[in-house]
């Protein structure tokens, strides 16, 4: 499969506003098959890959880890993404298979405050430079992600910020387009930076719209954030790739007490397991878990 998501890090010419624009069409598709979600689960999920894409946007390392993971009190259950500082993203949703909740398609978009309810998101970083890894729990107050995510931004970290997510799936479960677009005012910010980055979106009715446009990403901050007058200061490849292997799966399952193993054994007499990340498929041998 082609892949061409990307994020993009802009810095405006005061240096007080970050923004980061993200291509995810490809690692979305990609999540959506590893794990078989139907219409509604991707709809979820795949704006949530997003908007932990944009987050991870400042990680300073190709180590470094970002975790968001939603608990939450409705039918989705819970969302965990990772996303590292090389961009590579996993993660997965606690129900694949979510049933369509009346009067929950708006304006023609999946509203996921039916299915994710109220809950808790928890953030983690962490960096491979010795730093403590930080870890913060917001309340997850509207249900939709973007809101939720520059809710998090407010009170965790006392910033500013303006989010969208556009993401477009076809009646046929294909994601035509997924992306997002996150602006955030430094700490140190005028009160006419934060302006500008709230008044900047009031151009963009729909992001999904510009996405489905096929306008180049450069163009897209070119056209609709002029006023900021950002600089593309980096670039860098985005994909769904897993750190999983057999040695891994392996190691994991030889830590298992004789109650639990039970479960992975089938009727053939193998032993099968399954990443919860990536959604990959092992099955050994009983020899091969003895060495
Ligand atoms: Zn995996």
């Given at each position: 499969?082609?892949?061409?998501d ?6 405006s010419?005061?240096k007080k506003?970050?923004g ?12 959506q ?15 949530a890959l ?14 470094d880890?970002?975790?968001l993971r ?5 039918p989705?259950?819970?969302i ?5 500082g ?17 009067d929950?398609?708006f ?17 983690t970083?962490?960096?491979i430079d010795?730093?403590?890894p ?5 309340v ?8 939720d995510i ?11 910020s ?6 477009s799936?076809n ?5 035509e387009?997924?992306g997002?677009l996150?602006?955030?005012a430094?700490?140190d910010?005028?009160?006419?930076d934060?302006k500008?980055?709230?008044s900047?979106?009031?151009n ?10 096929n ?5 897209i ?7 900021l007058?950002?600089?593309?200061i ?8 897993c ?8 190691g994991?399952?030889?830590?298992l007490?004789?109650?639990e ?15 919860q ?5 092992y099955?050994f ?7």
């Amino acid at each position: 499969m082609d892949n061409n998501d990307i994020l993009i890090t802009t810095l405006s010419e005061n240096k007080k506003i970050y923004g980061y624009l993200a291509i995810t069409k490809n690692t979305a598709e990609q999540a959506q098959k590893n794990h078989n979600m139907n219409i509604i689960s991707s709809a979820i999920f795949c704006r949530a890959l997003t908007a932990t894409v944009l987050l991870g946007g400042n990680l300073k390392n190709s180590k470094d880890i970002l975790t968001l993971r939603w608990n939450c009190t409705g039918p989705v259950k819970s969302i965990l993404i990772e996303t590292t500082g090389e961009g590579n993203v996993k993660g997965y949703i606690g129900n694949n298979n979510l049933q369509l909740i009346e009067d929950s398609i708006f304006d023609n978009t999946i509203k996921a405050e039916p299915y994710i309810g109220f809950g808790e998101l928890n953030v983690t970083r962490n960096s491979i430079d010795g730093k403590q890894p930080y870890s913060s729990v917001t309340v997850i107050e509207t249900g939709e992600i973007a809101e939720d995510i520059s809710l998090y931004l407010e009170q965790s970290l006392q910033i500013q910020s303006a989010i969208k997510i556009g993401l477009s799936i076809n009646k046929d479960n294909q994601i035509e387009a997924s992306g997002g677009l996150l602006l955030i005012a430094m700490p140190d910010a005028t009160e006419e930076d934060v302006k500008k980055i709230h008044s900047s979106f009031e151009n963009i009715h729909s992001f999904t719209e510009i996405l489905n446009s096929n306008i180049e990403e450069t163009e897209i901050i070119k056209k609709f954030l002029s006023d900021l007058k950002l600089e593309i200061i980096s670039t860098k490849n985005i994909q769904f790739k897993c750190t999983c292997d057999e040695n891994k799966i392996k190691g994991f399952l030889k830590t298992l007490k004789k109650e639990e193993f039970t479960e992975y054994i089938t009727e053939e007499g193998k032993i099968d397991a399954e990443c919860q990340y990536c959604g990959r498929k092992y099955s050994f041998s009983p020899q091969d878990l003895e060495n």
